[in-house]
């Protein structure tokens, strides 16, 4: 818990593909500034996908994380995408989720 003398530190990891003017990837890495960061919202053109651009947004995402000190990014996604998420380098682990 934070007390009322520190200061909460929300950091935001974004990277975007512009092409001709026309936004066509977008994705980004969030996390309080601890070790631990959340990738979401990676999302890519259907023109301009399976050209290994979401691949390399990912990658630059989770370079750009270890940079600032992140040693830890988790992402959630729907089975059917599990194959590009390990060519990207996460590893399919069990987890939960909470909706309110």
């Given at each position: ?41 990676i999302m890519v053109h259907p023109d ?24 830890i990014v988790t992402v959630t996604y729907?089975?059917?995408?599990v194959n590009f998420y390990q060519t ?13």
């Amino acid at each position: 818990m934070v007390g009322e003398d520190e200061t909460k530190t929300i950091r935001h990891y974004l990277s975007d593909v512009i092409l001709d003017g026309q936004l066509i990837a977008f994705g980004y890495v969030t996390g309080m500034g601890l070790e631990h960061g959340y990738m979401e919202d990676i999302m890519v053109h259907p023109d301009y996908q399976k050209r290994r651009i979401g691949v390399d947004l990912v990658k630059g995402l989770l370079r750009e994380a270890e940079q600032f000190g992140l040693g830890i990014v988790t992402v959630t996604y729907e089975s059917h995408n599990v194959n590009f998420y390990q060519t990207c380098g996460f590893t399919p682990g069990l987890g939960e989720v909470w909706q309110k």
